[in-house]
């Protein structure tokens, strides 16, 4: 199993001795190993750009070499044709269960500003703009050109996002990560690093808000903490509106991710029990929405 990927490994030009890669789980767009070269230890993340899912490799490149030009992300030390070899750091990942913590959420949101406003100073080249509704109308487009069953679903999120996009109404524009899975958090004792840049772009703070909130089970009290944290002030009742307002369209869109996959990706990960899992957790998050 991923011979030709260890291949292709073993045979970059940057190794100064004997070279051991290991599968690295985890990926859901791409391949990832650890290999360590004698002296050192790195990552190494392969795969192909994605248009279906707006992920394009350049882009992440740019991105992940401007976090770690920000403070935020170890140094990217090779790439080649979607290739990314990375420097390893010894780490503890986070869970979902940590990112809610005092210890931990001041510190995640603290990331998450330097990302929102550093990030823009160090990024070279072009950059895209990760706006969820654009997203999940091309999902929809997608879904539909593969005759997915979930399409009769999908026409009424549709209807809800639209409504979802009106309530938020104009944005603050950051430079957003738009994946802030627990996995994608590390703790080294020290610091925290943020990684994974593959949906990096502008986009309001609400959407790594929300997203934070969802994909890592926040309580009501402690997504008052973290946008309290964030905006130094507590949340008024309009900004909590708009807030929710995303955070279910981060859940949708995450649904409907999970409803491309099933369709398109190659990788080995059971995508119609995510696109379930996802789909209860949208309703519970709306259902909240529309009776507050």
Same mark, same amino acid.
């Given at each position: #199993?991923? +011979?030709?990927?260890?291949?292709?490994?073993?045979?970059?030009?940057?190794?100064?001795?004997?070279?051991?890669? !290991?599968?690295?789980?985890?990926?859901?767009?791409?391949?990832?190993?650890?290999?360590?070269?004698?002296?050192?230890?790195?990552?190494?993340?392969?795969?192909?750009?994605?248009?279906?899912?707006?992920? /394009?490799?350049?882009?992440?490149?740019?991105?992940?070499?401007?976090? *770690?030009?920000?403070?935020? =992300?170890?140094?990217?030390?090779?790439?080649?044709?979607?290739?990314?070899?990375?420097?390893?750091?010894?780490?503890?990942?986070?869970?979902?269960?940590?990112?809610?913590?005092?210890?931990?959420?001041?510190?995640?949101?603290?990331?998450?500003?330097?990302? *929102?406003?550093? #990030?823009?100073?160090? /990024?070279?080249?072009?950059?895209?703009?990760?706006?969820?509704?654009?997203?999940?109308?091309?999902?929809?487009? @997608?879904?539909?050109? *593969? =005759?997915?069953?979930?399409?009769?679903?999908?026409?009424?999120?549709?209807?809800?996002?639209?409504?979802? +996009?009106?309530?938020?109404?104009? $944005?603050?524009?950051?430079?957003? *990560?738009?994946?802030? /899975?627990?996995?994608?958090?590390?703790?080294?004792? @020290?610091?925290?690093?943020?990684?994974?840049?593959?949906?990096?772009?502008?986009?309001?703070?609400?959407?790594?808000?929300?997203?934070?909130?969802?994909?890592?089970?926040?309580?009501?009290?402690?997504?008052?903490?973290?946008?309290?944290?964030?905006?130094?002030?507590?949340?008024?009742?309009?900004?909590?509106?708009?807030?929710?307002?995303?955070?279910?369209?981060?859940? #949708?869109?995450?649904? /409907?991710?999970? #409803?491309?996959?099933?369709? $398109?990706?190659?990788?080995?990960?059971?995508?119609?029990?995510?696109?379930?899992?996802?789909?209860?957790?949208?309703?519970?998050?709306? !259902?909240?929405?529309?009776?507050?």
């Amino acid at each position: #199993m991923h +011979e030709a990927e260890i291949n292709r490994i073993q045979a970059l030009p940057i190794w100064q001795g004997s070279v051991e890669a !290991t599968p690295l789980g985890g990926g859901r767009t791409n391949l990832n190993f650890t290999v360590a070269d004698g002296a050192q230890k790195y990552v190494v993340r392969l795969g192909q750009g994605i248009p279906a899912h707006h992920v /394009m490799r350049f882009n992440e490149l740019a991105a992940s070499r401007a976090a *770690h030009a920000a403070g935020l =992300s170890p140094e990217v030390v090779f790439a080649d044709h979607g290739l990314t070899v990375i420097r390893h750091i010894e780490s503890k990942t986070l869970g979902e269960s940590d990112v809610g913590q005092p210890r931990y959420l001041p510190r995640i949101v603290e990331l998450m500003c330097r990302c *929102h406003h550093d #990030m823009p100073r160090h /990024m070279r080249g072009p950059a895209l703009m990760f706006w969820v509704f654009h997203v999940i109308r091309d999902y929809a487009a @997608t879904l539909a050109a *593969h =005759s997915s069953p979930y399409q009769a679903k999908v026409a009424h999120y549709l209807k809800i996002a639209d409504n979802l +996009e009106t309530v938020i109404g104009p $944005i603050e524009l950051v430079f957003g *990560h738009n994946d802030l /899975m627990a996995a994608n958090i590390l703790d080294d004792g @020290t610091r925290l690093w943020l990684i994974d840049w593959d949906y990096a772009g502008f986009n309001t703070p609400l959407f790594d808000l929300g997203g934070l909130a969802s994909n890592n089970n926040l309580t009501e009290a402690q997504e008052h903490d973290m946008l309290t944290l964030y905006y130094g002030t507590p949340p008024s009742a309009a900004l909590l509106r708009r807030y929710h307002a995303m955070k279910c369209a981060s859940l #949708m869109r995450e649904v /409907m991710w999970s #409803m491309v996959s099933e369709v $398109i990706s190659e990788l080995d990960i059971d995508y119609a029990a995510y696109t379930a899992e996802n789909i209860d957790r949208f309703a519970r998050a709306h !259902t909240a929405f529309t009776q507050a």
